[in-house]
Each structure stands twice: as C-alpha cells, then as structure tokens.
C-alpha cells in the first residue's frame, strides 16, 4: 500500500469514529438537502433539466478543440489575453510572471478549486506577494492554515464557535461572536484588501466560447469586486470548463445554484468578457484567462469516462455520498473530494498513488443520481478499479484470493469443498479481524451447523422455509432491526 | 505558435478520435412551470430573496432620506428620478443604477458595465437601487439573454451581471447571513 493510501484509510477510519465531526457534518447535509428539495421544486421537469445540461456539456466536450478555439479567439477580440498551461507549474510561472511585470504587491482571490489545484497561493508566499482569500469561508481556511473542505462549502466541519475561536484569536474578536458578527468582521476586514489589491484571481464556472466570455458565481459578492477594483484580472479555469453558447447559461445557471445549494441562481452571476473597455469608468486594465490542462486531456482519451469532465463542481454528489458523510473531506486529501474527485483523481495525477479512492465506495448510485450533468460516477469508480487492476496497483495476496474464488466458482464440487473448507476455518477463530478487515468493526456471525444446500435438500424444499428461520435463535448483537420486527 | 497552445490542441484533437457514447436525448416536456404575471411574480420572487420593492414616489424619497453619500450612474432616467449622486462609488453608501432588464421568474436585475455605471457602483456601496421600467420585465432568463444579445452582439461590454437578491453568505454553519461583501439592501423602484 502507497503512503498516501495508508494516510487515507488512517484519516477515514479517525473521522468516521468521531462522533462531534460526525454531527457537525450530518446537520449541515441535512441543511442542504432541503434547501436543494425545495430549489429543485422550482424545475417542471428536472429530470429533463439535467438531460438538457449532459446534453450541453456533451456537445461541448467531444468537440472541444472546436470550443477551445472559438473561445480563444473571440476572448482575443475582446481585448482579453489567453495563456495555455500545460501543467500546474507552467500556470504558476505564468501568474508570478505578470505579477511581477506589473509590481503586484497584494492579490484578492475569489474563491476557487482550479487555483487550489494548482498550488496558487503557496508560489505567492514564495515570491513574497500577499494574496488575501475573500470568499468567507476560504478566508476562515486561509486563517487557519487548512485546506478547503469541501469543494462548495470550505468549512463545512467547522461549528460557529471553532470560527468565533479563531476570530478571537487572530483579530481579538468576542469569543462568542454569531454568525452574523463573524460575517460582518471578515466584511470589514476585506473591503480593505478590495480597495488596496493590484490583482485579481479568480476560477471561472463557465468559459463561453462565442461571445469570449468567462463567468463566476458567486452569492457574497466576492467575485464581482476582485475583477472591479484591481488594475489586472486573472482567471484559472480548466479547459473541461467550455459551454457553446451565451444563451446555455439560461440552463445552467439555475441547474448549477440548484444542485450548489438549492437556490434558483446564485445572488451574483457575472460574464466577464476582457478588461475595461474605453468607454467604461472602471475594471482592470488587463485580463488574462489561464485554460488550464493539467492532466484534462488524459481525462479526454478515456472515451468510458470523458464524461467525467461535464462536472460542474457543484458539490452535490459530495454530500449525497454516504461514504463523504462518515469520513469528510479532508480525509481524501485530494483537491477535489467525494465521489467526483475518486473518479478524476486518478487521472489527474498519479494514478498509482490515488488507486485506492475508487474503493471509498459503496457504489450504491447516490452520486449519478444527484449529478446535475449525468456523470455515471459509480460506474466510473468501478472502472478505476478495473483499471487499477489491468495496470496491477491491486495486491498480490488479493490477486490470489480473486483467482481461488474464481476456481471455487466453477464447479459445484469444488464450490462444496471450498464452503466445508471456510466452515472449518470460521469455527477454528481462523477468520480475524487481521484476515479479514470488515470484522474489526463487526461482530462476525457464528457458522450455521449446516449448508444452505443441506438445510434446502432436507427441509426447505416441503417445509415452510419462514418457519423454519424463525425458529433459530438469534444471538445478541443480531441486527436490531429484524429482531425488533419479528 | 506557442508550444503550450500547439500541444494541449494536438492532445484533444488525439483524444477525440475515440467516441464517446451519448448521453440520453432530452425530452420535449418543459423545464420551467408557467411564469404568470410578470410584475406579481417578479414581486414574490423579488421579496423572497429580501430585496425591497419601493412603491411610490413617497417611499423613494424615503427610502433615499436614508443615505447621506449617494453615486449615482448619470442615466437619463436615474436623473430625471433621484437627481445627480453626491459622492464617488468608494466611499458611497448608496449606488443608484439602471438596469438592462428585470427577470421575473427569479427576481433577478439583469445588468451591464453600460446600464450601470461601471462594475463597482452596482456592487460596492452597501446598498444599491435599481431604477427601473415597467416595459423591461422579461419573463425568464432565457428572453433576458435573447434581449442582451440583441441589445449588445459584436459590441458587449465588458462585464455583465445578474443580481439576484441582496449579497449573502452560509458559509458559517449554513447560517444565512445578508451582506457578505456586496450590497446588504437591494431595492427596485419602478419609475412612472
């Protein structure tokens, strides 16, 4: 098992057996999901909705060079500038460039995953430019020296009080502040960074390819004022972001605030099509838009997945996911968490050091279902582990364990055999929890003293099969469940 | 050429030549309900997101009473409505603005950099009015989009926005809290 692999299953199983983390995350998806039941109401047929938007995204993705090319092109017509990263560095060289050429001394950040992605603000520390998070909760993350954690909602593990504490600790702040004095302190505080920033940066939700445009949603209002106070605008968006046309939005807008967090659209949707024009009192004076690759077009040739890259990054299969639910985001330590990030991740980067996410499932479906786009999701977390089969990541014992149950399987006699076999092993203890993972948190049956196909032969086949359960007793720690409906 | 450019171009080019399968054909059953009335729905939508609908000339003058720096964006119409701002959008607390159109089915305002007055004015004091026509509801966001095409194609500003509801945040705890960064209190006044 790779180092980060272990990291994993040692930060899962920490988060999962915490109980505080446990009903601090359970009350917020609870929040959401019905914010998003009653946003989904909105739509006559929201089902047709999101057929619509795969439709789109679809469109656009398998043509994308075509997309890419218009986009280019008209942003360039705009009086805007396009920069092509290859990787994560060459975005960074990029940015420190015309921070640099410019004399950027603060940047304002508007929230967003692609610069997370990238490592943005650790190469500012580096070049010594200040760069302020203005998005609430990524100013809390900043603040406190931790990485978002969930790809909508940064702060989602945190409770009113650890935020009033770190106010309190940092700007001397009343140590029991509510959410509305909290909101209003980090407001103060930042309106001061607007005014004084030389740059902003910003990801984008949407690139539209033919008017040129870039769009950011946000509902603080964060994202309009980084692009119109400083003298220079930047925005990260990775190449998957292109939708054809101006008029889509009119779709994807409300189905993306819908699946986000359930409002009709978010409170500020803004299209930015190049800096400032004459003609205009305000906005930057540059405008440069990083189209981001890093890993995309690996995604791109993987025709069973490509359609991986419709995501939107609303966040909706992370908090449907019931496995995200128990451990939380930090535990995948990955840019992108949950469902979403266990199918890209492994395409994105190594593939051998992420091969495990795709396990992080119960591949019950909750994430394709919710996917305002479609994405198969758990249908792509099973073919990562095919693939991480194929390319041998698996372990060896497993390998063998797979091929005896494959030889087990094949012939009745030898399916019999195997089955005396494991019934004389559970009965010697042999089944512990070092063999076998699942009994450290379970309590592991007794074997029956009979097979199925014993207890069929003799008594299921002319007796009443019901009856003859009922009448076995049932040990404590039974599921409570059955007991309690007998 | 750039290399960069040349290469992630090539390596899409490359990648699509296998096909993907494709998705399920939408449906033709509509997406959106019935809109109703424009100026009711707009209403209901408006107010629900805590924007103030001002009524009346009485309740504009009161409404304004309320500020004491004011910008405004120089339109004809905000002129001939509120009079000429006194103060620079930085340090203004209240930004006065047209609009391009109102969107009933969200209670959305729809603006430009030119029916605004810039980017800041609509976003950076902490209230902001909208003055605006009766004759510019639209019913949905798709007529918002057709009218911005029709109004702007070939020469677009360089910024639009759609302003739904006053700036707020739940990022603490999913807490509504009105007034992040932008406008605490947005309102509509529809002239005449």
């Known amino acids: 098992m790779t180092a980060i692999a272990d990291q994993f299953k040692r930060a899962a199983a920490e988060k999962a057996a915490d109980p505080h983390h446990r009903a601090v995350l359970q009350r917020a998806i609870a929040t959401y999901d019905a914010a998003v039941a009653r946003g989904k109401t909105r739509f006559a047929d929201w089902q047709n909705a999101r057929a619509q938007a795969a439709q789109i995204k679809w469109e656009t993705i398998n043509h994308l060079d075509r997309y890419l090319e218009q986009f280019e092109r008209q942003m360039i017509e705009n009086g805007g500038r396009v920069f092509w990263a290859e990787t994560a560095e060459d975005a960074r060289e990029y940015i420190l460039r015309i921070a640099r050429s410019h004399n950027v ?24 430019i200040q760069v302020v998070e203005t998005d609430l909760g990524e100013y809390i993350c900043q603040i406190r020296g931790e990485s978002p954690y969930h790809i909508v909602t940064p702060v989602m593990h945190l409770t009113k009080a650890d935020i009033a504490r770190t106010f309190h600790e940092k700007f001397g702040t009343a140590p029991d502040a509510t959410a509305e004095e909290l909101a209003g302190i980090a407001r103060a505080q930042l309106r001061h960074e607007f005014l004084t920033a030389d740059m902003g940066v910003t990801g984008a939700n949407f690139l539209i390819a033919d008017t040129g445009m870039i769009t950011i949603s946000t509902n603080e209002g964060n994202g309009r004022l980084s ?96 496995v995200y639910r128990n451990i939380g985001g930090h535990s995948y330590g990955t840019t992108y968490q949950g469902p979403i990030g266990s199918v890209i991740t492994p395409h994105l980067r190594e593939a051998r050091e992420w091969s495990h996410l795709p396990y992080a499932s119960s591949l019950c479906g909750a994430c394709s279902d919710v996917c305002p786009v479609r994405i198969d999701i758990h249908h792509h977390l099973l073919h990562n582990r095919r693939n991480a089969v194929r390319l041998r990541f698996d372990k060896t014992w497993e390998r063998w364990a797979f091929r005896a149950w494959l030889w087990a399987m094949q012939t009745p006699q030898r399916y019999v055999l195997a089955g005396k076999l494991a019934r004389v092993a559970l009965r010697l203890g042999l089944v512990t929890p070092l063999v076998n993972p699942w009994t450290q948190g379970r309590e592991l049956p007794e074997p029956p003293q009979h097979t199925f196909r014993l207890w069929w032969r003799n008594k299921g086949r002319d007796g009443c099969p019901q009856a003859s359960v009922k009448k076995q007793p049932r040990r404590a720690g039974d599921n409570a469940f059955y007991q309690h409906h007998e | 050429m750039i290399p960069s450019r040349e290469n992630i171009i090539a390596r899409v080019r490359a990648a699509l030549r296998a096909e993907a399968h494709r998705p399920t054909q939408p449906s033709a059953s509509p997406i959106w309900p019935p809109i109703g009335d424009l100026e009711t729905r707009f209403r209901d939508e408006f107010e629900a997101l805590r924007g103030e609908l001002i009524v009346g000339a009485d309740q504009l003058r009161e409404f304004i009473n309320q500020f004491g720096c004011i910008a405004t964006d120089g339109s004809e119409l905000v002129r001939t409505t509120v009079g000429d701002g006194n103060a620079s959008v930085r340090v203004a607390d209240l930004g006065v603005t047209g609009c391009d159109c109102l969107i009933a089915q969200t209670g959305s305002v729809f603006v430009t950099t030119r029916s605004t007055g810039g980017r800041a004015l609509s976003v950076l004091p902490p209230a902001h009015l909208v003055i605006a026509r009766r004759d510019q509801l639209v019913p949905d966001l798709a007529s918002g989009f ?18 739904t509801g006053p700036s707020r945040t739940a990022d603490i705890e999913k807490i509504l809290v009105m007034g992040a960064h932008g406008p605490k209190r947005l309102a509509v006044y529809f002239e005449g």
């Open chain 1, 105 to 128: 001394r603060k940047v304002v950040k508007s929230k967003s995953m692609t610069t997370e992605e990238i490592h943005l603000n650790a190469a500012f520390a580096v070049a010594e």
């Open chain 1, 227 to 322: 692009v119109s106070l400083p003298r220079i605008h930047i925005a990260v968006a990775g190449i998957e972001k292109l939708i054809p046309r101006l008029e889509d939005l009119a779709l994807m807008w409300p189905v993306l605030a819908a699946s986000g967090n359930g409002q009709a659209v978010t409170v500020y949707n803004t299209l930015l099509g190049g800096p400032r024009r004459d003609s205009e009192t305000d906005g930057p004076e540059e405008f440069h838009v990083v189209l981001l690759d890093n890993g995309r077009t690996r995604l791109l040739a993987d025709a069973e997945q490509r359609d991986a890259l419709h995501c939107l990054r609303c966040g909706a299969c992370l908090n449907a996911c019931p």
């Open chain 2, 146 to 163: 057709a009218l911005m095409r029709k109004r702007y194609d070939g020469h677009w500003p360089s910024s639009l926005a759609l302003i």
